[in-house]
C-alpha cells in the first residue's frame, strides 16, 4: 500500500530545499568575499590606469590626475612648478590626449615631476602600470611591446604622422604576441593567473592602440563619416574575436582553478584526533579557502549551520558572481558601443588648466 503524501508536505520540503540552497549560497558568497579581502583570489584584470584612459572622460581623467599629483606636490613645496623651468614646456599643449595619447601624456609627466620626488614611488602611478601588470615576468613579448609602444608615443606627441606609423608597427607585433600566449593557454597547457592577467591587459591595450590608430586616420581622412565607418567595422572584427577568446579563455581558467582552489577546515588534525570535543565542533563551523597557485589563504569564515559544501561548487559560484570578471566582460562590450565616440575623441591637453593657481604666473 502506498502511502498518501499531501501537497503541503510537498510545498514543505520544498520551502527546506530552498533555504538550504540560499543558506549554501549565503555561505558562498561569504567565503567569495573572505577570498577578495585576503587576496587569495588573483587580480587578473585590467589595470586601473588603462581603465581609466580607456573611456570617453579619458581627457578629464587625466587632468584630475595631474591636477592632484601637482597639487600635492606644491603643498608640500611652494613653488614646486616654477623649480621645473622648461621641463613641462614640451606639455603646453598636446593634441589627441585621450586614450593610449592621455596613458602618454601622464607617464611623461609623473616622470618629469618623478625626478623632484624625494617621498618615495607612489603604487598608483600611471608609469608604474607595466610593472603592476606583469610584475616579475623575465621575458614578455607583449610587455615589451606595450612599454615601446608607449615610449614611442611619448616622443611623438606632436608628430601625429611618426605617431601613426609607430601604432601601425608595434599594434602588429603585440597582436602576434597575444596570439602566441592565448594559444599557449588554450593548447599548451600554460594557464596561470599571471599568464591570463598579461593577455586581458595586452588585449585592451591593443584595442586603444586601433582606436588611437584609427583616431589619427580619420582626422586626416577628406572621406571622414566613410573613413569612420572603416575603422569602426575593422576595430569590431578583433573586439569581437577577443571577446570570443575570453570566453573560452575563462572556461579554461575556471577548469585551471578547480585544481588550485579547495575549501578546509582550520587545523584539520584536531578534528580527526578528536583531542578536545568542543574544539572540534568549533572547528567543523570554520571554513578557510586555500590557493594553492598563489599559497596563500584566508582567514577563518564562520558557518552556522554545518552546511555540507565541496570546493567545486565554490569555483561555480565564484566565476558566476565574480564582480571582477563582470567587469572584464563590461569592458569590451562597453568599448563596443563607444567605438565611434572613442575614434572621434580629438581632445587637446592644455597644462594651464592643470596648474595649481598660485604657481600659473611662474610656469
Known amino acids: 500500500m502506498f502511502a498518501v ?8 520540503v520544498g520551502s527546506i530545499i530552498a533555504q538550504i540552497r540560499s543558506a549554501r549560497e549565503a555561505l558562498y558568497g561569504r567565503l567569495l568575499s573572505g577570498a577578495e579581502s585576503s587576496d587569495v583570489i588573483t587580480d587578473v584584470g585590467i589595470d586601473a590606469s588603462l581603465l581609466k584612459h580607456s573611456g570617453k572622460k579619458s581627457a578629464a581623467e587625466l587632468e584630475n590626475s595631474i591636477i592632484q599629483v601637482l597639487k600635492d606636490k606644491c603643498r608640500k613645496i611652494p613653488g614646486y612648478v616654477e623649480r621645473l623651468g622648461t621641463a613641462l614646456a614640451a606639455f603646453e599643449t598636446v593634441p589627441n590626449a585621450v ?19 624625494e617621498d618615495g614611488e607612489s603604487k598608483d602611478r600611471t608609469m608604474d602600470m607595466m610593472r603592476r601588470v606583469f ?14 609602444y608607449l615610449k614611442r608615443l611619448g616622443m611623438y606627441l606632436h608628430q601625429p604622422t ?30 596561470s593567473s599571471r599568464s591570463l592577467k598579461h593577455w586581458t591587459n595586452g588585449a585592451a591595450f591593443h ?7 584609427a583616431r589619427l586616420k580619420t ?6 563619416q566613410e573613413e569612420l565607418q572603416v575603422h569602426v567595422a575593422s576595430i569590431e572584427s578583433v573586439l569581437n574575436l577577443y571577446q570570443f577568446d575570453l570566453e573560452e579563455l575563462l572556461k579554461q581558467y575556471k577548469t585551471y582553478k ?101 604657481d600659473e604666473q611662474g610656469a
Open 5 to 12: 503524501v499531501s501537497y503541503g508536505a510537498f510545498t514543505a
Open 99 to 117: 586614450g593610449l595619447g592621455a596613458v602618454a601624456v601622464c607617464i611623461g609627466l609623473e616622470l618629469i615631476i618623478g625626478d623632484q620626488d
Open 135 to 148: 610584475a616579475e615576468e623575465k621575458a614578455s613579448g607583449a610587455r615589451d611591446s606595450m612599454d615601446e
Open 162 to 191: 611618426r605617431a601613426l606609423e609607430e601604432t601601425g608597427r608595434l599594434e602588429k607585433q603585440l597582436s602576434e604576441q597575444l596570439t602566441r600566449l592565448k594559444n599557449s593557454m588554450l593548447h599548451d597547457d600554460q594557464m
Open 207 to 213: 584595442l586603444q592602440m586601433l582606436i588611437h590608430a
Open 219 to 224: 582626422q586626416s581622412s577628406t572621406e571622414h
Open 258 to 358: 578547480t585544481s588550485t582552489i579547495s575549501l578546509s577546515h582550520p587545523d584539520p588534525w584536531l578534528v580527526v584526533a578528536s583531542i578536545s570535543p568542543p574544539v572540534s565542533l568549533i572547528l567543523q563551523h570554520l571554513w578557510i579557502v586555500k590557493d594553492k597557485e598563489l599559497n596563500r589563504e584566508t582567514g577563518s569564515i564562520y558557518d552556522p549551520l554545518l552546511m555540507t559544501i565541496n570546493s567545486d561548487y565554490f569555483v561555480d559560484y565564484m566565476f558566476e558572481n565574480w564582480a571582477l570578471l563582470k567587469n572584464l566582460k563590461s569592458y569590451f562590450s562597453n568599448l563596443k558601443e563607444n567605438l565611434e565616440a572613442l575614434i572621434l575623441q580629438n581632445d587637446e591637453f592644455n597644462l594651464q588648466k592643470v596648474l595649481p593657481v598660485s
